[in-house]
C-alpha cells in the first residue's frame, strides 16, 4: 500500500463539476492498493500518518504531528496510478496495482481506520470517479510512504 501525503493550508474535491468534498489545513492522502496488501498495511500507515512530525512548531521547525493540530483534517483520494511501472516503453503498467473491489475494500477500510484513529470525518473523493483534486500544498511539503518499507 502506497500513501502520498501532501501537507495542505486547503483540498478541494470535485467530480461532474460538484464540490464532492473539502477540507482546509491538513493533509491530502492519495492512497494506492496492491494485490495482497493487508490489515497489517492499512495498521502501519494510519499509525505512522498520524505521528509523522509534518507539522510546522512556533520556531518554524517540523515539529508537530496531525494530533497535535486541532484544527487539522484529513483527505484521501484513491489513486491507483501510485503504482506505475515504467520501466518498460512510454506507457505506464499497472499490473501491480489492486483489482478495483480489492482496491476499494481496503480503501474503504484504510477512511475507517484513520476516522478512528482521529476521531474525526475523513474527507474522500468516490473511489473510481473522474475526479479534479485541486490543492495548495503547504510548504510545499510531500511525503511518500510505502507500507512494504515498514521502520516501526
Partial sequence: MRALIQRVSEATVVI????????????LIFLGVEEGDTIEDITYLTYKITRMRIFAD????MNRC????LTARI???SQFTLFADTRKGNRPSFIRAARPEFARMMYEMFVLQLE?????RIAVGEFGADMKVHLVNDGPVTI???SKFKDY
Fill in 16 to 27: 461532474n463539476k460538484r464540490t464532492k468534498d473539502k477540507i482546509e489545513k491538513g493533509l
Fill in 66 to 69: 496531525f494530533h497535535d493540530i
Fill in 116 to 120: 478512528k484513529e482521529t476521531n474525526n
Fill in 144 to 146: 511518500w510512504l510505502d
Fill in 58 to 61: 512556533e520556531a518554524g521547525k
Fill in 75 to 77: 483527505m484521501v483520494i
